[in-house]
């Protein structure tokens, strides 16, 4: 589907008030965190920290204009990705562990909520498509701090989401009218891989939960006229050797209660990283013959519009966040 470009509704909930009132509202919830489904319950804005080891102020590990996105996220000018810092997931194979499990090594990179509106800012100036936030799901109060200020500055680009999706419901409803794209994984269809793979609980139903709000909100996937996303939902699945990810089940679960006219990407992108190699069952990339099968079902599902990545491309991703522009583009 195509769509003419309309500012994002972030504006009027910004000039009406609205958006100040839900900063407000989600640093409060920073006292006794329960911003993600961990609900750790300590005081953020003291400067405690729980699982995602983050206090009161972000961390942005990295910002630049990204080209490695779907190609409906990057478009032609690229998007506007800010990395933030840590994680409320452990993936023993996380590509960005360098940023997201090297907690001590990003406390250098803290930042206050007035410089990441100018982060914002600054990506619009030079011409991005949209505003990325990367890892967003433990900052979300501080994100929306930010936006606010952004939008007082001339801010009118759209907003992504993009997230492992163990995300709060509750949470993600603040972000009604606030979030255009939303850009979820859907990691596993089995508690116990999350557990053992991401130290996550109860993630099968947290993530479905999570991906029905956002669905919710913006529906399927909506792009303007050069093919470039303004709306909707665009779901990210990580094949994984040996059929841990689940997919099957997931895609079925997809199709069946959300939608076909949600985007979907399939990754074959996986590599064996940080700790990956100390479980045998996940210590190589996946085969064609493990991808193939995933990307035909989608095919058999009816999804309307499938983004599909080379075999290859599990050495053209990885990042370095040593660099100025991790993913040199």
């Given at each position: 589907?195509?769509?003419?470009?309309?500012?994002?509704?972030?504006?009027?909930?910004?000039?009406?008030?609205?958006?100040?009132?839900?900063?407000?509202?989600?640093?409060?919830?920073?006292?006794?965190?329960?911003?993600?489904?961990?609900?750790?319950?300590?005081?953020?804005?003291?400067?405690?920290?729980?699982?995602?080891?983050?206090?009161?102020?972000?961390?942005?590990?990295?910002?630049?204009?990204?080209?490695?996105?779907?190609?409906?996220?990057?478009?032609?000018?690229?998007?506007?990705?800010?990395?933030?810092?840590?994680?409320?997931?452990?993936?023993?194979?996380?590509?960005?562990?360098?940023?997201?499990?090297?907690?001590?090594?990003?406390?250098?990179?803290?930042?206050?909520?007035?410089?990441?509106?100018?982060?914002?800012?600054?990506?619009?100036?030079?011409?991005?498509?949209?505003?990325?936030?990367?890892?967003?799901?433990?900052?979300?109060?501080?994100?929306?701090?930010?936006?606010?200020l952004a939008a007082k500055t001339g801010l009118t680009l759209p907003l992504v989401y993009n997230t492992n999706s163990y995300d709060s419901p509750d949470t993600l409803a603040e972000m009604?009218?606030?979030?255009?794209?939303?850009?979820?994984?859907?990691?596993?269809?089995?508690?116990?891989?999350?557990?053992?793979?991401?130290?996550?609980?109860?993630?099968?139903?947290?993530?479905?939960?999570?991906?029905?709000?956002?669905?919710?909100?913006?529906?399927?996937?909506?792009?303007?006229?050069?093919?470039?996303?303004?709306?909707?939902?665009?779901?990210?699945?990580?094949?994984?050797?040996?059929?841990?990810?689940?997919?099957?089940?997931?895609?079925?679960?997809?199709?069946?209660?959300?939608?076909?006219?949600?985007?979907?990407?399939?990754?074959?992108?996986?590599?064996?990283?940080?700790?990956?190699?100390?479980?045998?069952?996940?210590?190589?990339?996946?085969?064609?013959?493990?991808?193939?099968?995933?990307?035909?079902?989608?095919?058999?599902?009816?999804?309307?519009?499938?983004?599909?990545?080379?075999?290859?491309?599990?050495?053209?991703?990885?990042?370095?966040?040593?660099?100025?522009?991790?993913?040199?583009?």
């Amino acid at each position: 589907m195509e769509y003419e470009v309309n500012k994002p509704s972030y504006i009027s909930l910004h000039i009406s008030g609205e958006l100040e009132n839900r900063a407000a509202r989600l640093n409060h919830r920073l006292e006794t965190c329960d911003i993600c489904p961990r609900k750790c319950s300590v005081n953020r804005s003291s400067g405690e920290m729980g699982y995602c080891n983050s206090g009161k102020n972000p961390i942005v590990a990295s910002f630049c204009d990204h080209h490695g996105e779907e190609p409906v996220i990057s478009g032609i000018q690229g998007s506007g990705a800010i990395f933030f810092g840590n994680c409320n997931l452990a993936c023993v194979y996380c590509q960005n562990y360098q940023i997201s499990q090297n907690s001590q090594g990003q406390i250098n990179n803290q930042i206050t909520v007035k410089e990441l509106a100018d982060c914002m800012i600054g990506l619009q100036k030079t011409g991005c498509h949209n505003i990325n936030l990367v890892s967003p799901s433990h900052v979300v109060a501080q994100v929306v701090s930010a936006l606010n200020l952004a939008a007082k500055t001339g801010l009118t680009l759209p907003l992504v989401y993009n997230t492992n999706s163990y995300d709060s419901p509750d949470t993600l409803a603040e972000m009604d009218g606030i979030i255009s794209i939303y850009l979820p994984d859907i990691k596993y269809s089995d508690n116990e891989m999350a557990r053992r793979y991401s130290g996550a609980t109860n993630y099968v139903e947290h993530t479905r939960q999570a991906i029905q709000e956002m669905y919710r909100q913006v529906g399927g996937l909506v792009v303007d006229k050069q093919g470039v996303a303004v709306a909707g939902v665009l779901v990210r699945h990580l094949v994984l050797p040996n059929g841990i990810a689940g997919s099957q089940e997931s895609l079925e679960w997809l199709a069946e209660k959300i939608g076909t006219d949600v985007g979907l990407s399939l990754m074959s992108q996986y590599y064996p990283c940080h700790r990956a190699g100390q479980y045998q069952e996940i210590a190589r990339p996946v085969t064609r013959q493990e991808y193939l099968y995933v990307l035909k079902l989608a095919q058999k599902l009816g999804f309307k519009r499938i983004f599909a990545q080379q075999l290859q491309s599990n050495m053209h991703f990885l990042p370095d966040f040593d660099c100025k522009n991790p993913f040199g583009n």
